[in-house]
């Protein structure tokens, strides 16, 4: 069975930084390269990073050059570093493989407000 559990979500002000992370079932994890998603209310879900298993990296135009995206293959955890967060950033972020599986799991809630 394969567990995705994402985490590191809250509240904070435009402006601000957080880091979400995603902890993979080791063979999911092993075998793909993996990304995060978002969605927010009323929109479709959307690809905002994705990172191969050697590194690569690949972003949405919206987030270059304020996210990045990263791996530990030994700990089977993906991570997001969010800075200079913007309202329109408000989302739940999801993690996943890259393209997506059918498992996904509870995602976290960013949300960007003063």
């Known amino acids: 069975q394969v567990q995705l559990v994402e985490s590191g979500g809250g509240l904070v002000q435009p402006g601000g930084s957080l880091r979400l992370s995603c902890a993979a079932s080791?063979?999911?994890?092993?075998?793909?390269?993996m990304g995060w998603y978002r969605q927010a209310p009323g929109k479709q879900r959307e690809l905002v990073a994705s990172?191969?298993?050697?590194?690569?990296?690949i972003y949405a135009d919206s987030v270059k050059g304020r996210f990045t995206i990263s791996r530990d293959n030994a700990k089977n955890t993906e991570y997001l570093q969010m800075n200079s967060l913007k309202p329109e950033d408000t989302a739940v972020y999801y993690c996943?493989?890259?393209?997506?599986?059918?498992?996904w799991g509870q995602g976290t809630q960013v949300t960007v407000s003063s």
């Open positions: 080791r063979n999911f994890f092993s075998s793909y390269a």
């Open positions: 996943n493989s890259a393209p997506p599986s059918g498992y």
């Open positions: 990172i191969t298993s050697g590194g690569r990296t």
